[in-house]
């Protein structure tokens, strides 16, 4: 190896020892730093494509040479229109991943530079390959991506496709993706420190304004400097003199700032004490600001793996016209968290609202149902294809990462029905608030307006003729479909835990309290329909009174 | 990059430490046709940025060309 290599920067060919982790140094094939370089082997003659950001005028990441030899270990020579390119970013100069063979044509794979390093791939086919000539063109070329932005791994950029033929004739190809702009952390970082360093220049005249800071620059360190050189020789007498003056005139009138600045805002007045607030929210905000960009991540929502893998799920939600508002807000914020991967929408009344209305980043599906029925909420539908389904009533605004926990919750457990709201129901029968559940230190009941569940096993269950007489219940009521769920799943669990909690953040909202289009929005009697339900219910299904799952049962904490 | 043998595909990528900013090239196995991968470790760490690793077979051998430039500093993972 060639200590000065990496400074000169070349390209270099290792052999496999011991394949495919162990690698000798085999030969430098080209003295350029050639950048993402890749060999074809097209008609007995090597092309060694690469781009070489350090020659003159060269234009980084738009710039694109062809070297050609009999041997992949050379010697290389140029190309004769070298450099290809030099010039625009956008046009996918730069290689972005390996040239393949298709049907009897050659393609280049280069990345869009344009917007940021590595945005887009570009595939172009190569029509003349030869010692004296290039000629390329661009070609349709569609990579499926995300519109979820940093929530998902390739929803900023995506600067590398590798493709494959198998020995099935089938091709495998391999992208990557990032949820950031290149340079992310470090733009964080920098606007990290510069937010803190303001708010330490806060504090510090924070300091000066109260009186707690002074800046002193004590006259007599300048004297007994001056008095030390007192012996020295004329000369240097006279320019340490100087100095030592210059030095304390500067800190005389260093000496003189806080005062100032105490007489100019006067803070022992109502405007002084304004500026004081003013300044001292101004320092917490810039420390605020500066800690979320040093820790706080690039802000991206991330799901949650289980055994190493991660999953989607369909998101439904039952509402009809008079609910819109909360329906479009409800389709922005969802579609947007990492693992939905649909959402249906089980449109119950009135004239269903069109696809264009909803600004989705997944796609939607409106279900119109023919009859206003809330146990629409567990029909079965063989379009959904996750098997797992999150029932989410359109009021309720809670954060991805809650989402994404109870999914992860979920995935441990895919029978149980695993939710963010608990109840519990005691011999008294009583349907009582999560208040009640809190006191009890338990719970034997998640409300399904929050609720993970698995589609085939809920809704077969909900559907099945021994849920009949409970569904006409609900019909009846207009009310307790939910319940009846619960119910169903203790029925079918025997002893085991049939229902699990998720703590949603406190930032969770549920919108119907404003509303007032819900169906809970009479209390009272809301609460006496839903009493008469789990009494209905217990005599077809069974008591729910003898179970009851403690709180922080969790090692996470996510339940407690 | 993916290269095969036999039914067993290996990946060859580019690892970074946001950290350090600098690359290493990494493996990893798959014997279900891409599904599942099994990550084997560093295949090629340098004391300098590595990137872009192409993998190919000449002479009954398997070569590796990487490439590598301490001006390159912007990459992402791959």
Same mark, same amino acid.
């Given at each position: 190896?060639?200590?000065?290599?990496?400074?000169?920067?070349?390209?270099?060919?290792?052999?496999?020892?011991?394949?495919?982790?162990?690698?000798?140094?085999?030969?430098?094939?080209?003295?350029?730093?050639?950048?993402?370089?890749?060999?074809v082997h097209?008609?007995?003659?090597?092309?060694?494509?690469?781009?070489?950001?350090?020659?003159?005028?060269?234009?980084?990441?738009?710039?694109?040479?062809?070297?050609?030899?009999?041997?992949?270990?050379?010697?290389?020579?140029?190309?004769?229109?070298?450099?290809?390119?030099?010039?625009?970013r956008?046009?996918?100069?730069?290689?972005?991943?390996?040239?393949f063979?298709?049907d009897?044509?050659?393609y280049?794979?280069?990345?869009?530079?344009?917007?940021?390093?590595?945005?887009?791939?570009?595939?172009?086919?190569?029509?003349v390959?030869?010692?004296?000539?290039?000629?390329?063109?661009?070609?349709?070329?569609?990579?499926?991506?995300?519109?979820?932005g940093k929530?998902?791994?390739?929803?900023?950029?995506?600067?590398?496709?590798?493709?494959?033929?198998?020995?099935?004739?089938?091709?495998?190809?391999?992208?990557?993706?990032d949820?950031?702009?290149?340079?992310d952390?470090?733009?964080?970082?920098?606007?990290?420190?510069?937010?803190?360093?303001?708010?330490?220049?806060?504090?510090?005249?924070?300091?000066f304004?109260?009186?707690?800071?002074?800046?002193?620059?004590?006259?007599t360190?300048?004297?007994n400097?001056?008095?030390?050189k007192?012996?020295?020789?004329?000369?240097?007498?006279?320019?340490?003199?100087?100095?030592?003056?210059?030095?304390?005139?500067?800190?005389?009138r260093?000496?003189?700032?806080?005062?100032?600045?105490?007489?100019?805002?006067?803070?022992?007045?109502?405007?002084?004490?304004?500026?004081?607030?003013?300044i001292?929210?101004?320092?917490?905000?810039?420390?605020?600001?500066?800690?979320?960009?040093?820790?706080?991540?690039?802000?991206?929502?991330?799901?949650?793996?289980?055994?190493?893998?991660?999953?989607?799920?369909?998101?439904?939600?039952?509402?009809?016209?008079?609910?819109?508002?909360n329906?479009?807000?409800?389709?922005?914020?969802?579609?947007?968290?990492?693992?939905?991967?649909?959402?249906?929408?089980i449109?119950?009344?009135?004239?269903?609202?069109?696809?264009?209305?909803?600004?989705?980043?997944?796609?939607?599906?409106?279900?119109?149902?023919?009859?206003?029925?809330?146990?629409?909420?567990?029909?079965?539908?063989?379009?959904?294809?996750?098997?797992?389904?999150?029932?989410?009533?359109?009021?309720?605004?809670?954060?991805?990462?809650?989402?994404?926990?109870?999914?992860?919750?979920?995935?441990?457990?895919?029978?149980?029905?695993?939710?963010?709201?608990?109840?519990?129901v005691?011999?008294?029968?009583?349907?009582?608030?999560?208040?009640?559940?809190?006191?009890?230190?338990?719970?034997?009941?998640?409300?399904?307006?929050?609720?993970?569940?698995?589609?085939?096993?809920?809704?077969?269950?909900?559907q099945?003729?021994?849920?009949?007489?409970?569904r006409?219940?609900?019909?009846?009521?207009?009310?307790?479909?939910?319940?009846?769920?619960?119910?169903?799943?203790?029925?079918?669990?025997?002893?085991?835990?049939?229902?699990?909690?998720?703590?949603?953040s406190l930032?969770?909202?549920?919108?119907?309290?404003?509303?007032?289009?819900?169906?809970?929005?009479?209390?009272?009697?809301?609460?006496?329909?839903r009493?008469?339900?789990?009494?209905r219910?217990?005599d077809?299904?069974?008591?729910?009174?003898?179970?009851?799952?403690?709180?922080?049962?969790r090692?996470?904490?996510?339940?407690? | 990059?993916?290269?095969?043998?036999?039914?067993?595909?290996?990946?060859f990528?580019? =690892?970074?430490? +946001?950290?350090?900013?600098?690359? #290493?090239?990494?493996?990893?196995? *798959?014997?279900?046709?891409?599904? =599942?991968?099994? +990550?084997?470790?560093?295949?090629? #760490?340098?004391?300098?940025?590595? *990137?872009?690793?192409?993998?190919?077979?000449?002479?009954?051998?398997?070569?590796?060309?990487v490439?590598?430039?301490?001006?390159?500093?912007?990459?992402a993972?791959?």
């Amino acid at each position: 190896m060639m200590p000065e290599s990496n400074e000169i920067g070349q390209l270099n060919l290792y052999r496999a020892v011991n394949f495919p982790l162990s690698w000798k140094l085999e030969k430098v094939i080209l003295k350029k730093p050639l950048v993402d370089s890749t060999i074809v082997h097209h008609e007995g003659i090597y092309w060694l494509i690469g781009s070489d950001h350090t020659g003159f005028g060269a234009k980084k990441n738009g710039q694109l040479e062809i070297w050609y030899s009999s041997s992949p270990l050379g010697t290389w020579k140029p190309h004769k229109k070298n450099p290809i390119y030099n010039g625009k970013r956008s046009i996918g100069a730069r290689n972005g991943g390996r040239a393949f063979l298709y049907d009897g044509s050659l393609y280049r794979v280069g990345q869009d530079c344009g917007e940021n390093y590595g945005k887009r791939i570009r595939v172009s086919k190569i029509e003349v390959l030869s010692k004296e000539e290039y000629r390329e063109v661009e070609v349709p070329f569609s990579l499926e991506a995300s519109r979820k932005g940093k929530n998902s791994w390739n929803g900023v950029r995506q600067h590398h496709f590798d493709v494959k033929q198998l020995s099935s004739g089938e091709f495998i190809g391999l992208v990557d993706g990032d949820r950031v702009t290149s340079g992310d952390l470090f733009h964080r970082v920098i606007l990290g420190y510069a937010s803190l360093a303001a708010a330490i220049s806060v504090v510090i005249l924070l300091g000066f304004l109260l009186g707690v800071v002074n800046c002193i620059v004590p006259s007599t360190w300048c004297m007994n400097y001056y008095a030390g050189k007192r012996t020295d020789a004329l000369l240097n007498l006279e320019t340490a003199g100087l100095f030592s003056e210059k030095l304390r005139r500067i800190g005389s009138r260093l000496n003189r700032v806080p005062p100032f600045l105490r007489g100019f805002v006067k803070p022992n007045s109502s405007m002084g004490k304004f500026t004081l607030g003013v300044i001292v929210i101004l320092g917490l905000l810039l420390t605020c600001v500066g800690v979320r960009y040093i820790y706080g991540g690039s802000g991206a929502v991330e799901p949650y793996p289980f055994k190493g893998h991660l999953s989607q799920f369909t998101l439904a939600t039952m509402t009809y016209d008079a609910r819109l508002w909360n329906l479009k807000m409800y389709v922005k914020r969802y579609s947007r968290c990492p693992s939905v991967k649909e959402i249906v929408v089980i449109w119950n009344k009135g004239p269903p609202p069109d696809l264009s209305e909803l600004d989705s980043a997944v796609p939607v599906r409106i279900r119109v149902q023919k009859q206003n029925s809330l146990n629409n909420r567990f029909e079965i539908d063989p379009l959904i294809k996750t098997r797992a389904v999150l029932e989410l009533d359109d009021d309720i605004m809670m954060p991805c990462d809650d989402i994404e926990k109870g999914f992860r919750v979920w995935r441990e457990h895919p029978e149980r029905l695993v939710g963010f709201y608990p109840r519990f129901v005691d011999q008294t029968m009583t349907y009582s608030a999560e208040k009640f559940a809190r006191s009890h230190k338990g719970y034997n009941m998640i409300l399904t307006g929050a609720a993970f569940m698995d589609v085939r096993f809920a809704f077969d269950m909900y559907q099945s003729d021994k849920a009949k007489l409970g569904r006409v219940f609900v019909d009846e009521q207009f009310n307790c479909e939910d319940i009846l769920l619960n119910f169903l799943y203790a029925n079918a669990s025997g002893s085991g835990k049939a229902v699990e909690y998720v703590r949603p953040s406190l930032v969770t909202i549920d919108t119907s309290k404003f509303s007032g289009v819900a169906i809970s929005g009479n209390t009272n009697q809301h609460y006496r329909k839903r009493s008469k339900c789990l009494r209905r219910f217990s005599d077809l299904y069974g008591s729910l009174v003898d179970r009851r799952w403690e709180f922080g049962g969790r090692k996470d904490g996510w339940d407690l | 990059m993916v290269i095969k043998q036999g039914d067993t595909l290996y990946l060859f990528f580019e =690892t970074k430490s +946001p950290i350090t900013m600098q690359g #290493d090239i990494g493996a990893a196995k *798959s014997i279900d046709k891409g599904a =599942t991968w099994e +990550p084997l470790g560093i295949a090629l #760490d340098e004391a300098w940025h590595l *990137s872009f690793p192409f993998v190919f077979n000449y002479n009954g051998e398997v070569s590796l060309s990487v490439t590598y430039n301490d001006i390159v500093l912007d990459h992402a993972f791959l």
